[in-house]
């Protein structure tokens, strides 16, 4: 089963989001409207609550988490995604926030209590360490990450055609019957 309830709390799919079959959605899981989640991806919000915005797509083999409320963190950390948000292949995001327009390069680590303002990339590979904050307007790069350069113009569009792809895409699958949808 793509989506499951846990302890009583079932995901919400926004009008026209896209869950592949072979990815598992569980728990106090939000997905706005158009995003997508492609296959083997698992978003476990059984400890924390995960919000995924508009427009956003978690690709191929990502695990989305949370870390809970304990004595070594009073609050927990959530995980917060924005919209126009491009997580891409095989992404660890565990509690941490992303804001709007932010592209997450393969196999990128982002960790607790991390945030990413709008309009950042993060370079495949990179490790995003704990509590940092990542400002707007850059590229970053490495392991544990660093400011590259600012982002160019043509980079900022880049946001906006990842998600305009993103949408067309999982809208072919689903008028072909693949995949879960509200």
Same mark, same amino acid.
């Given at each position: 089963?793509?989506?499951?309830?846990?302890?009583?709390?079932?995901?919400? $799919? %926004?009008?026209?989001?896209? !869950?592949? @079959?072979?990815? #598992?959605?569980? &728990? /106090?899981?939000? $997905? %706005?409207?158009?995003?997508? !989640?492609? @296959?083997?991806? #698992?978003?476990? &919000? /059984?400890?924390?609550?995960?919000?995924?915005?508009?427009?956003?797509?978690?690709?191929?083999?990502?695990?989305?988490?949370?870390?809970?409320?304990?004595?070594?963190?009073?609050?927990?950390?959530?995980?917060?995604?924005?919209?126009?948000?491009?997580?891409?292949?095989?992404?660890?995001?565990?509690?941490?926030?992303?804001?709007?327009?932010?592209?997450?390069?393969?196999?990128?680590?982002?960790?607790?209590?991390?945030?990413?303002?709008?309009?950042?990339?993060?370079?495949?590979?990179?490790?995003?360490?704990?509590?940092?904050?990542?400002?707007?307007?850059?590229?970053?790069?490495?392991?544990?990450?660093?400011?590259?350069?600012?982002?160019?113009?043509?980079?900022?569009?880049?946001?906006?055609?990842?998600?305009?792809?993103?949408?067309?895409?999982?809208?072919?699958?689903?008028?072909?019957?693949?995949?879960?949808?509200?």
């Amino acid at each position: 089963m793509t989506i499951r309830s846990f302890r009583g709390i079932t995901p919400k $799919l %926004g009008e026209g989001a896209f !869950v592949d @079959p072979s990815a #598992v959605v569980l &728990g /106090d899981v939000e $997905l %706005g409207a158009d995003s997508s !989640v492609w @296959p083997l991806t #698992v978003i476990r &919000g /059984d400890i924390h609550r995960i919000r995924i915005g508009t427009r956003s797509n978690i690709q191929d083999g990502s695990v989305l988490h949370i870390t809970h409320a304990g004595p070594f963190n009073a609050d927990g950390f959530p995980l917060t995604i924005g919209d126009e948000v491009t997580v891409g292949h095989k992404v660890t995001l565990h509690g941490c926030t992303l804001g709007n327009r932010v592209l997450v390069g393969m196999g990128s680590i982002v960790l607790d209590g991390a945030v990413i303002e709008d309009e950042v990339m993060i370079g495949a590979g990179s490790l995003v360490p704990p509590g940092k904050r990542l400002e707007s307007g850059y590229l970053y790069i490495g392991s544990p990450v660093k400011q590259a350069r600012p982002l160019s113009d043509q980079e900022r569009a880049f946001f906006g055609y990842s998600a305009d792809n993103y949408a067309r895409l999982k809208d072919q699958y689903l008028a072909e019957g693949y995949g879960a949808s509200e």
